[in-house]
């Protein structure tokens, strides 16, 4: 690889982050289709390929997102859904915790939300299920037979996913908030009850001004997590 091709490679990557306000911009679908077929380059023990997409437009996108949203502010309905897998750990220690404590206050802070205004913070956790206004939304599912490998393997897709829209000017947020609804997402969107729904997934064009869109996150120094062996 080139000189300039990695200089290329490494600003996509590096120019990544989670959009969480977007352009009413439409995505043609056969940009939509490029992205995904890119993506499908990643590895995958034995190249079993366990990824599995479902791609929201227009009125199916809409019809989801009020039914989630309508979920997510009625706290007895609310309290009947769960999430179908640990996502994050049942006890947070540091430095994870104080990572996470991080993300959020920063967030909060671009919005003026002050602690404890609840309200506003219902609110923002709400536009997860609008998708952020993005014009796609992405459901992804693995087969429950599959192994942690092929979760793995999963991880791997979704970055080249994330980062071919990149690529193409366009920006994404990974999305796990929607786990907790996946009854939700499975009935709406007829997913057979052998998948595991894994994750949510915004696409579109960012509105650069948002200020939920200022937001760039930080990364520990090498020294916290790499170990050099002679």
């Known amino acids: 690889m080139?000189?300039?091709?990695?200089?290329?490679?490494d600003t996509i990557i590096q120019s990544r982050y989670s959009c969480r306000a977007f352009l009413p911009t439409p995505v043609p679908r056969s940009t939509i289709e490029d992205i995904l077929r890119v993506a499908s380059r990643a590895p995958s023990g034995t190249n079993i390929q366990p990824w599995k997409a479902w791609v929201?437009?227009?009125?199916?996108?809409d019809l989801l997102s009020e039914r989630l949203v309508a979920a997510f502010d009625d706290p007895e309905e609310a309290s009947t859904h769960s999430e179908p897998y640990d996502y994050y750990p049942e006890k947070w220690i540091p430095p994870y915790i104080d990572r996470r404590r991080k993300v959020g206050i920063a967030l909060y802070s671009l919005l003026g939300i002050e602690k404890g205004d609840a309200k506003r913070m219902h609110e923002q956790h709400a536009r997860n299920y609008k998708f952020f206004d993005a014009p796609v939304g992405l459901i992804f599912t693995v087969e429950r037979i599959m192994g942690r490998g092929s979760w793995l393997d999963y991880g791997m897709f979704l970055q080249n996913l994330m980062l071919a829209a990149k690529a193409r000017g366009l920006d994404t947020c990974a999305q796990a908030s929607v786990n907790q609804f996946h009854r939700i997402i499975r009935e709406q969107l007829d997913i057979p009850p052998n998948e595991t729904v894994l994750c949510g997934m915004s696409l579109g064009y960012g509105a650069p001004q948002a200020?939920?869109?200022?937001?760039?996150t930080d990364r520990a120094p090498l020294d916290e997590w790499v170990n050099f062996l002679d």
């Open 56 to 61: 929201l437009m227009g009125k199916k996108k």
């Open 2 to 9: 080139t000189s300039s091709a990695h200089d290329v490679v």
């Open 211 to 216: 200020p939920e869109n200022q937001l760039r």
